[in-house]
T-cell receptor, first 113, second 112 residues
Framework: GAGVSQSPSNKVTEKGKDVELRCDPI?????LYWYRQSLGQGLEFLIY????????KSGLPSDRFSAERTGGSVSTLTIQRTQQEDSAVYLC???????????FGPGTRLTVL | SQQGEEDPQALSIQEGENATMNCSYK?????LQWYRQNSGRGLVHLIL?????REKHSGRLRVTLDTSKKSSSLLITASRAADTASYFC????????????FGSGTRLQVQP
């Protein structure tokens, strides 16, 4: 496929469990971004990867959130000890270079019971 | 607070009419991007306009940027029912963070 893909599309988990969300960016894109969208907070930035540079983690809301990008391609966002306020749609985007158009995946809807 | 704020928050028009949405931001930007979102899921990119550009067109879409006023507008001409969606402006700062900072969005309803 030519677009950004994310998995799973939906995830329901119990409070306190860990979850992993996956993002496959467009092939060749050097930049990868994670955002989340929730009713109360709108669309907010979480973390940004650019090539081999250290990621910009300034948007992560707590130390329960972490992300990695392996081999400059696939990225995994991990949320440990999930809380109900973590319920949101988690969106991944990629761009060819920084300052370019960002293309979004379909998102993962996370529900924490 | 959000870098981009949109106006109006909601807009309802008849099919065939034009729809104009406005976006204001606070700090110097590298570019501004407009997105459409249906049903609260995937964001579809519409147009990117750079800080040295004043106007761009794409089909029925026209975007303007006024960096002196720190504002942008999105015009959809000859609207269709299928244009019903939420529209977001998002900015990329000129320095520092390169991720998008989103506005709160405009909910457009096009009545057939």
């Amino acid at each position: 496929g030519a677009g950004v893909s994310q998995s799973p599309s939906n995830k329901v988990t119990e409070k306190g469990k860990d979850v992993e969300l996956r993002c496959d960016p467009i092939s060749g894109h050097t930049a990868l971004y994670w955002y989340r969208q929730s009713l109360g907070q709108g669309l907010e930035f979480l973390i940004y990867f650019q090539g081999n540079s250290a990621p910009d983690k300034s948007g992560l809301p707590s130390d329960r959130f972490s992300a990695e990008r392996t081999g400059g391609s696939v990225s995994t966002l991990t949320i440990q000890r999930t809380q109900q306020e973590d319920s949101a749609v988690y969106l991944c985007a990629s761009s060819l270079l920084a300052y370019d158009t960002q293309y979004f995946g379909p998102g993962t809807r996370l529900t924490v019971l | 607070s959000q870098q981009g704020e949109e106006d109006p928050q909601a807009l309802s028009i008849q099919e065939g009419e034009n729809a104009t949405m406005n976006c204001s931001y606070k700090t110097s930007i590298n570019n501004l991007q407009w997105y459409r979102q249906n049903s609260g899921r995937g964001l579809v990119h519409l147009i990117l306009i750079r800080s040295n550009e004043r106007e761009k067109h794409s089909g029925r879409l026209r975007v303007t940027l006024d960096t002196s006023k720190k504002s942008s507008s999105l015009l959809i001409t000859a609207s269709r029912a299928a244009d019903t969606a939420s529209y977001f402006c998002a900015t990329v700062l000129d320095t520092g963070r390169r991720a998008l900072t989103f506005g709160s969005g405009t909910r457009l309803q096009v009545q057939p």
